[in-house]
């Protein structure tokens, strides 16, 4: 797959069932992949990394390459976050300490724009790509992880020193090889940016209403009420993106709805994050799309609404 090219260095800054997951697959791959992690550093670093996979079956990674610091990780070629978006302009230092000269930065992240804050805490050198995860996963307890269906990542250029589109297809075409050598879907999208739109026509009615509903996709498909108000708030979403100017496929809406229903019971990850009293993504997910449609002249109400309602739980959850 590789061929001869000299195996890439691989960070996980963020070691959470993202970060957690992708890392085990890279490893097991035979990778040579560090680990980042906070709170969760000794647990991992005496007992490894588990992850409980539908599709793949039980996985342990033991003995894990885990740091509780980045100025103690070798220099990495490809570094991956992630960490939640509201930590965003705190990752900085964790990513220059870690990243080698010309390190490729691969953001996991949800939401619109969340490139662009950390960008511009990063020196030009280091190159900012996007990714995005198709796949039902959430940590379990203390590097315990379930991964219960999906996987896919979709990895886009957003920045940095690519002399030129044919220059950042390169390094976009080596980060989808990575997850391909470990058995993972992935493909390169030409625009970053309309693909972010896209994957928000998922994540703005479940993750919302999970958490506003206190409900997982199967109760929330399986109620007309809350069925209509999904297909309403993935309208809305299209509407947004084609009002910036960004292409939604026909029918992808109703593709997404289909896909759900027949995925299994699923918990978004802001619902996990509320269940832990964690501060909710809504800045990322509906704050900086909401703006950005309200630039391009769209209101989008029902959103607004969501938005507002989520805000209001948020701050009195933490």
Not at 64 to 79: G, I
Request: proline share 5%; net charge negative; with cysteine.
């Amino acid at each position: 797959m590789m061929g001869t090219i000299a195996r890439p260095t691989i960070g996980i800054i963020g070691t959470g069932a993202i970060g957690g997951f992708y890392g085990v697959m890279l490893a097991r791959a035979g990778f040579d992949v560090h680990f980042l992690l906070r709170s969760e550093f000794s647990a991992v670093a005496e007992h490894g990394l588990q992850v409980d996979s539908a599709p793949f079956g039980a996985m342990t990674l033991n003995p894990v390459q885990a740091y509780s610091n980045a100025a103690d990780m070798p220099p990495c070629d490809w570094l991956l976050v992630g960490a939640k978006t509201t930590s965003n302009a705190d990752l900085a230092p964790a990513i220059l300490a870690a990243a080698a000269p010309g390190a490729k930065v691969l953001l996991l992240q949800n939401g619109l724009d969340v490139e662009d804050s950390l960008r511009e805490l990063l020196p030009d050198s280091l190159h900012v790509l996007g990714g995005l995860c198709y796949i039902c996963v959430h940590r379990e307890g203390p590097g315990v992880i379930t991964h219960q269906a999906l996987g896919a990542v979709h990895v886009g250029y957003h920045s940095g020193s690519a002399a030129d589109e044919a220059a950042s297809k390169v390094i976009v075409e080596e980060g989808v090889s990575l997850f391909r050598a470990a058995g993972i879907d992935s493909q390169a999208m030409a625009n970053l940016h309309q693909a972010r739109w896209q994957k928000l026509v998922w994540n703005i009615p479940y993750n919302g209403l999970s958490v506003l509903l206190g409900a997982s996709t199967t109760p929330l498909m399986a109620n007309a009420d809350s069925r209509e108000l999904i297909k309403a708030l993935m309208a809305e979403v299209v509407q947004g993106a084609i009002a910036c100017g960004h292409d939604v496929p026909a029918g992808y809406a109703e593709h997404l709805f289909m896909v759900t229903e027949k995925m299994p019971d699923y918990w978004p990850s802001m619902y996990h994050d509320y269940l832990h009293k964690r501060p909710l993504e809504l800045d990322a997910i509906y704050g900086k799309p909401l703006a950005a449609a309200k630039a391009a002249g769209c209101e989008l109400p029902r959103i607004e609404a969501l938005y507002r309602s989520l805000s209001f739980i948020d701050r009195r959850n933490t």
